[in-house]
C-alpha cells in the first residue's frame, strides 16, 4: 500500500566502512536508538541490502509501523532512480536498484524510498535541528579524507543559481594550481607534518600531541589556513550568513578555526561546529523524507527537495 502521512520514518547514513540507521520522528526530527554496523564483509549486493534490511528492523523495533526510509549516500550516485554510480567504493552496488529490491523486503512501494547525497543530508540536519537552522543562507562542509558541501536558501537545498558551484560542490573547484580537496583534507593535515618531520602519523594522533609537537600545530594551522582561503574565494558570490563545519576534523576546531576566520575577508559568516555530529546526517534524512511526504503521499519520488539560488 501506498505511504501516508505519518509520525516516524527510518533512516539511514550509508559511510564508507560502517552504516548507521535510526528512526527518526517528524517531530522535531528526532533520533531513536542508533544502530550501526560495519559493511558485510560478503561484497555483494545482496548481502548489502541484507544488512540494511536488517539494521532498520532492529532500529524501528519497539516503534511500530514507519512511512519509508531515506538514506543518505555518498556520489556519484543516480538518486531519482535510487541507483549507485560509484566505482571507486562500494563497486558490488554499481548498477543496482536499491530502491526496488530495498522496498521489496519491506514489503512498500518503491515511492517510500528516498536516497540524497551525504553532504546534503548533513546540512538538512542541521537546518533541521541544529546550528542551521532558521538561517536564511547556510553552506554546509564536511572535512574528513575529503571535502563535502551542500549550499541551502531559506531551509532548501540548492546546487545551481548565483554564487552556487556545479552541483553544489566544491572540493573539485580549483584552488593554487590544485583541486580544492588536495589542500583541504586529512591527507593535506598528514602530509604537511611529513613534509615537515618526514614522519607518517594519522590525524587523530596529531590532534593529541599538538601540545607538545610544533610540528603538529602547525600542520593544523596550515590546514585552518587553506579552509579559510579557500572557502574565502568559493563563497563569495554565494554569500552565506553561517558556515556550518561536520566531520571528524571539525571536533577539534580550536586547532584550525581561528587561522581559518582570520582567511575568510570576504565573506561575511559564522563558522558554527555541527551540533548533531553524527547524528547530522540521519535526522537530515528525515528532514527530506518529510519535506517531500508532507506534499505528495502517494505521488512517485524523483529528486530530493531543492531549487535554484536566487
Not at 91 to 114: C, M, N
Request: proline share 6%; charged share 20%.
Amino acid at each position: 500500500m501506498a505511504a501516508s502521512l505519518g509520525k516516524s520514518a527510518l533512516v539511514y547514513d550509508v559511510g564508507g566502512s560502517h552504516v548507521a540507521a535510526a528512526v527518526c520522528f517528524q517531530d522535531g526530527y528526532r533520533l531513536g536508538p542508533v544502530v550501526s554496523t560495519p559493511h558485510p564483509g560478503e561484497e555483494t549486493s545482496d548481502a548489502f541490502v541484507t544488512m540494511l534490511h536488517r539494521i532498520g528492523v532492529e532500529a524501528r523495533s519497539g516503534f511500530g509501523p514507519v512511512e519509508g526510509a531515506a538514506l543518505a549516500f555518498p556520489g556519484p550516485f543516480d538518486f531519482a532512480a535510487g541507483v549507485s554510480r560509484m566505482t571507486h567504493k562500494l563497486p558490488f552496488l554499481y548498477g543496482i536498484d536499491l530502491r526496488g529490491e530495498l522496498a521489496a523486503l519491506f514489503g512498500w512501494q518503491p515511492s517510500q524510498v528516498r536516497f540524497l547525497l551525504d553532504s546534503a543530508a548533513f546540512l538538512m540536519g542541521e537546518i533541521g535541528a541544529g546550528a542551521a537552522k532558521g538561517v536564511a543562507r547556510a553552506v554546509g562542509i564536511t572535512l574528513g579524507t575529503g571535502i563535502g558541501s551542500a549550499f541551502s536558501v531559506d531551509g532548501r537545498l540548492v546546487t545551481s543559481g548565483p554564487g552556487v558551484p556545479p552541483r553544489g560542490e566544491v572540493w573539485d573547484l580549483p584552488y593554487e594550481g590544485r583541486i580544492l580537496e588536495e589542500s583541504v583534507s586529512t591527507r593535506a593535515i598528514k602530509g604537511t607534518y611529513e613534509r615537515i618531520t618526514g614522519v607518517k602519523r594519522e590525524v587523530a594522533e596529531l590532534a593529541r600531541i599538538v601540545d607538545t609537537d610544533p610540528a603538529a600545530a602547525e600542520a593544523f594551522h596550515e590546514f585552518g589556513r587553506h579552509l579559510g582561503r579557500a572557502l574565502n574565494g568559493a563563497l563569495a558570490a554565494f554569500a552565506p550568513r553561517v558556515i556550518v563545519l561536520g566531520g571528524g576534523i571539525s571536533r577539534s576546531p580550536q586547532l584550525f578555526l581561528p587561522a581559518a576566520q582570520q582567511e575568510l575577508k570576504d565573506v561575511q559568516a559564522e563558522f558554527r561546529v555541527s551540533k548533531l555530529l553524527d547524528n547530522a546526517a540521519l535526522a537530515g534524512a528525515g528532514v527530506e523524507f518529510f519535506s517531500r511526504f508532507a506534499k505528495q503521499q502517494t505521488e512517485p519520488i524523483d529528486e530530493p527537495t531543492q531549487v535554484t539560488a536566487d
